[in-house]
Nanobody, 115 residues
């Protein structure tokens, strides 16, 4: 299983970013996909989940209405569109899949929200 995130960077408060995660090594269309994040000095927290077909999504309360998770099963890619970004969204964002009961993680992509 390999997960490779991209799309992070520095953005001003109120700005937007779209993260991508390219997955390989498993049958992508069979699994829900997740985004997590970890801010400095804090535990990793769940951000959002998209079901295997893309027909269902779920979000942590603080992300609802600002973040959108989606996937393109033809490209083995999951996305996280982040709008109205706040300084407290600053974190390393990780793509995740639970495959045969084990969690797999990408290397993470840094998102910094600062003026």
């Amino acid at each position: 299983v390999q997960l490779v995130e991209s799309g992070g960077g520095l953005v001003q408060p109120g700005g937007s970013l779209r993260l991508s995660c390219l997955a390989s090594g498993f049958v992508f269309t069979n699994y829900n996909m997740n985004w997590y994040r970890q801010a400095p000095g804090k535990e990793r927290e769940w951000v959002a989940t998209v079901t295997s077909t893309g027909g269902g999504t779920d979000y942590a309360n603080s992300m609802k209405g600002r973040f959108t998770i989606s996937r393109d099963n033809a490209k083995n890619t999951v996305y996280l569109q982040m709008n109205s970004l706040k300084p407290e969204d600053t974190a390393v964002y990780y793509c995740n899949v639970r495959w045969y009961g084990r969690h797999y993680w990408g290397q993470g992509t840094q998102v910094t929200v600062s003026s």
